[in-house]
C-alpha cells in the first residue's frame, strides 16, 4: 500500500494498539508464573485449548459457518503449527533460561524478520534494499544481546535466545503460509482453525514428552494458564483483526515495539527482573531496524527536508 493511502491511527485506534501490547507483553508474564509449575509444552497446550471456545463462541454469535473442505483445516493445521505450536513452544522453553523481558525484545525480531521471508517468497512483497538494511540492523541488535561470546563459549541462555529468534523465524513463515492458503477466509476463522489445528498437533506431543497434564495446579498457575489463553491468545486476535481493519497493516506493526515495556514493566514490577544495558541497547537496534523496514518516518524526514 503507498504511504499516502496507509490509514491513520485515530485515538481508539491508538488505545486497542496499546490493549494489544499489553495482552501480548502480558503472555511472557504469564509464562513466566506458569513455568514454576507446568513444562513449555504443556504451558502451549493450555494456551492453545482453552482459547479454543473463547473464540468458537465468537465465530458463533457473528454467524460464521465452520469450512467442510478438508483442505482448508489441513491448510488450518499447518498454520497452527507455524503460528502457534513452533513460535509458543520455543519461546516457554526459551523462558525457562531468560527473563520474560528479554525473550519479548528478541520477539520483537518478528516484523523485520517476516519482511524479508515476505520478500523472498512473494511476488507482491519484494525484497526492497530498505527490508534488507533492516534487516541488518535486527541481526546487529541481536549480536549485540546475545554478546560475542555467543559463536565460542556454550551458554544456555545463548540457546534460549536463539529458541526465541526461531519463534520469529516461524512467525515470519505463518505470515507468508497465511496469505498464501487462507487470504479468502473471514480471519477470525482463520483464528478459530489454527487454534483447533494447533490444539489437536500439541495433544499427542504433550502427551509424549511430558505425559498427562495435571490439573492439580495452585490457583495462581491456572489464573496465568487462563489469562494466557483469554486474554493473550482469545482477546489478542479479536484485537489484532479489528486493528487490522481501522488501521492497516502498516499501523500494526507498531505493537512491535510496544510490547516489550510492557513484558519488561511487568517482570520488573512483579518478578524483580533487571536487563542489563545491552537488552536495551539491542532492543534500540530492533526497533531501529523496524523503523527502516517500515519507511514511513524515514519518508515523512525526507519530505520534510525537501520541504
Avoid at 28 to 44: G, M, Q, Y
Wanted: aromatic letters at 10%; proline letters at 6%; glycine letters at 10%.
Amino acid at each position: 500500500m503507498d504511504a499516502n493511502t496507509t490509514p491513520t491511527i485515530n485515538l481508539t485506534s491508538g488505545l486497542m494498539l496499546l490493549a494489544l501490547a499489553a495482552v501480548w507483553g502480558g503472555s511472557f508474564f504469564f509464562a513466566e508464573i506458569a513455568l514454576r509449575e507446568v513444562p513449555p509444552l504443556t504451558i502451549t497446550l493450555h494456551r492453545v485449548f482453552w482459547a479454543v471456545p473463547f473464540l468458537l463462541a465468537v465465530v458463533w454469535w457473528k454467524g460464521i459457518a465452520l469450512p467442510r473442505s478438508p483442505k482448508t483445516w489441513l491448510c488450518y493445521g499447518v498454520m497452527g503449527a507455524l503460528n502457534n505450536v513452533i513460535p509458543f513452544s520455543l519461546i516457554f522453553w526459551g523462558q525457562t533460561q531468560i527473563e520474560g523481558g528479554l525473550a519479548s525484545i528478541l520477539n520483537g525480531t518478528t516484523a523485520v524478520f517476516g519482511a524479508v521471508v515476505a520478500g523472498l517468497l512473494l511476488k507482491d512483497e519484494p525484497l526492497t534494499p530498505r527490508k534488507i538494511v533492516g534487516a541488518i540492523f535486527g541481526v546487529i541488535g541481536v549480536g549485540v544481546i546475545m554478546g560475542p561470546d555467543a559463536l565460542t563459549n556454550y551458554d544456555p541462555r545463548n540457546l534460549a535466545q536463539l529458541a526465541i529468534l526461531g519463534a520469529a523465524l516461524s512467525y515470519a513463515f505463518a505470515g507468508v503460509w497465511a496469505k498464501r492458503t487462507l487470504a479468502g477466509q473471514p480471519p477470525l476463522m482463520n483464528a478459530l482453525g489454527m487454534l483447533v489445528g494447533s490444539t489437536v498437533l500439541m495433544v499427542p506431543i504433550v502427551l509424549w514428552v511430558d505425559d498427562v497434564p495435571s490439573l492439580e495446579l495452585s490457583s495462581g498457575i491456572w489464573a496465568s494458564l487462563l489469562a494466557l489463553a483469554a486474554l493473550s491468545t482469545s482477546l489478542a486476535y479479536l484485537l489484532y483483526f479489528a486493528i487490522l481493519v481501522r488501521a492497516g497493516s502498516a499501523n500494526l506493526m507498531l505493537v512491535t515495539l510496544m510490547i516489550p515495556p510492557f513484558s519488561v514493566g511487568l517482570g520488573v514490577a512483579f518478578l524483580g527482573e533487571r536487563l542489563g544495558p545491552e537488552a536495551w541497547a539491542g532492543f534500540a537496534l530492533i526497533a531501529l531496524g523496524l523503523v527502516v523496514t517500515d519507511g514511513r518516518l524515514l519518508r515523512k524526514f525526507h519530505r520534510s527536508r525537501v520541504a
